[in-house]
């Protein structure tokens, strides 16, 4: 029988805001948690399947504990405790991610696992706690109300109401304008806020211990990115569609200062010299054997912007020629603009949107080339630019004599060739010549480094020989064992690039 003072009558409405605030801020958490873990293991398929399942295990045990303790002890005050207990986990998160996710990040484990344990660690205390509110919001509610049927259905609908509202206002206002890091801020500050409405209570120990955590959670985060803006210059961006970090740094191979981009844990997207302007990636310059297979080429096409670093060496070589890029993220083009040096150009069309689907309507034997560089790193790959249906679309856009040229990543052999094999045999079903190039020739086979691959549409014989310097330094760099191919084409159907790619990463940290 519950005590007088845990059956009093509760508010009208502020259970239905608990369950509703509650089920808001546990998606939030899930979508800000992708841009928390993506600086150090990626943002692949694996990451988003590790959070997902997690946060769902999470939330099922908070449903079984509130529902039991519910039983046992139906008091507001306890709701209260827990939702600021729930705070508290997310301040831990704030205080401890970036030591932890380092720390996973550095480890033997393969990505499945460092997934895993990196949502396991870090998001789901919090999400135990915000899955115990449900439950407990419903006993309270039926202590007070005799249509319990009733009353679960309209509770739990306003927690996935508001679970749908928090998934909204993460990916359309809060990632964008707000930041990834500052979200969780206030997420804390909202689990504080409701806590107190729901029961005031005293500063204990344990509270006062909570609040110092989390001061110190912000202290540090915010004292971090501002010696890190001081001394490499760092500027940590949240765009709709990644997490950007652009700091300047010393070049390893030429010893210069750069400016550079990335978005992926592992490498660097785009690089500038900032006393220069030549491409300060090798493989871009390989972009330049256009000349060499398609030497009246008129009009190209590049997939893939992020720094712009080829589309300025372009207009630059080429002043009378014409390229249109296509590039996801508008405020990837914003920051090559502020930061990178991207000019307004005549020759120089960009186009914001998915690459695929700009494909899929651009019109047929429009390009003498096409050049792919929106695999965002080596080991994150946007699967549905590496099919056949992709391949053939790329070919139909493509003029009689037109060719591809792009990057990739993996081995050559061995077990981190897979998706290189499945990404050569998935465009020799559809080009009559494929060529690799090692951009590194020195490296061995089995090492995971940057290749170009060439694909041509005629079935001329393609030259291998040049009188340009430069052009015959990376014909030189020619594949000419047999290649590979064991692997099965790419479908949009089945294309497992996360999972090839995942023993190419294993490799690489080996």
């Known amino acids: 029988m519950p005590d007088k003072e845990s059956s009093r009558p509760v508010n009208k409405f502020i259970l239905e805001l608990t369950v509703f605030v509650c089920g808001a801020l546990v998606m939030t958490y899930e979508i800000i948690g992708s841009r928390i873990v993506s600086p150090f293991i990626g943002t692949s398929t694996y990451v988003w399947t590790s959070l997902i399942g997690i946060i769902l295990g999470a939330l099922s045990l908070g449903y079984w504990l509130g529902g039991k303790t519910a039983d046992r002890k139906p008091d507001l005050k306890i709701l209260a405790m827990v939702i600021f207990l729930a705070g508290g986990a997310v301040a831990a998160t704030i205080l401890t991610k970036d030591v932890f996710l380092s720390f996973i990040a550095r480890s033997p484990l393969s990505l499945e696992?460092?997934?895993?344990?990196?949502?396991?660690?870090?998001?789901?205390?919090?999400?135990?706690?915000?899955?115990?509110?449900?439950?407990?919001?419903?006993?309270?509610?039926?202590?007070?109300?005799?249509?319990?049927?009733?009353?679960?259905?309209?509770?739990?609908?306003?927690?996935?109401?508001?679970?749908?509202?928090?998934?909204?206002?993460?990916?359309?206002?809060?990632?964008?304008?707000?930041?990834?890091?500052?979200?969780?801020?206030?997420?804390?500050?909202?689990?504080?806020?409701?806590?107190?409405?729901?029961?005031?209570?005293?500063?204990?120990?344990?509270?006062?211990?909570?609040?110092?955590?989390?001061?110190?959670?912000?202290?540090?985060?915010?004292?971090?990115?501002?010696?890190?803006?001081?001394?490499?210059?760092?500027?940590?961006?949240?765009?709709?569609?990644?997490?950007?970090?652009?700091?300047?740094m010393k070049d390893e191979e030429s010893g210069r200062n750069v400016r550079a981009m990335a978005f992926d844990p592992h490498f660097i997207q785009s690089k500038m010299f900032l006393d220069g302007d030549e491409p300060a990636s090798e493989y871009l310059k390989y972009y330049h054997l256009v000349r060499h297979f398609k030497p009246d080429f008129q009009n190209a096409l590049m997939i893939g912007g992020a720094g712009y670093s080829f589309p300025k060496d372009f207009l630059k070589v080429y002043p009378d020629k014409q390229l249109e890029v296509v590039e996801i993220d508008p405020q990837m083009t914003e920051i090559a603009k502020k930061y990178f040096n991207l000019r307004e150009h005549p020759n120089l069309k960009i186009f914001h949107e998915d690459g695929r689907i700009f494909l899929n309507r651009a019109g047929a034997k429009k390009y003498d080339a096409v050049f792919l560089d929106a695999f965002g790193s080596l080991f994150t790959v946007p699967f549905h630019l590496t099919t056949v249906e992709a391949v053939r679309e790329i070919s139909r856009v493509l003029k009689d004599d037109g060719i591809v040229i792009f990057n990739a990543g993996g081995a050559i052999k061995g077990d981190a060739s897979r998706f290189i094999n499945a990404e050569l045999a998935t465009y020799k079903q559809v080009f009559p010549q494929v060529l690799l190039f090692k951009v590194r020739p020195e490296r061995a086979d089995e090492a995971v480094q940057n290749l170009i691959i060439v694909a041509a549409k005629s079935q001329t014989p393609l030259d291998l020989e040049s009188d340009d310097a430069e052009l015959s330094k990376f014909l030189d760099n020619l594949y000419l064992q047999p290649l590979e191919t064991r692997e099965k084409i790419l479908t949009d159907d089945l294309a497992p690039v996360e999972f090839y790619n995942s023993f190419a990463q294993t490799e690489f940290h080996q």
């Open 113 to 248: 696992l460092k997934s895993v344990v990196a949502a396991l660690i870090l998001f789901a205390p919090a999400s135990v706690l915000l899955g115990f509110v449900t439950p407990y919001a419903v006993k309270l509610k039926m202590l007070s109300l005799a249509d319990s049927g009733k009353t679960v259905g309209r509770l739990y609908a306003l927690s996935t109401i508001g679970s749908i509202f928090g998934t909204f206002l993460a990916g359309f206002v809060l990632i964008p304008f707000v930041g990834s890091v500052r979200t969780l801020y206030l997420i804390v500050f909202a689990l504080f806020g409701l806590s107190i409405l729901l029961a005031p209570f005293a500063l204990s120990k344990t509270n006062l211990t909570i609040l110092i955590l989390f001061v110190f959670g912000i202290a540090a985060t915010e004292l971090q990115g501002y010696l890190l803006f001081r001394t490499n210059d760092l500027r940590d961006i949240d765009t709709e569609y990644s997490r950007v970090r652009v700091f300047t």
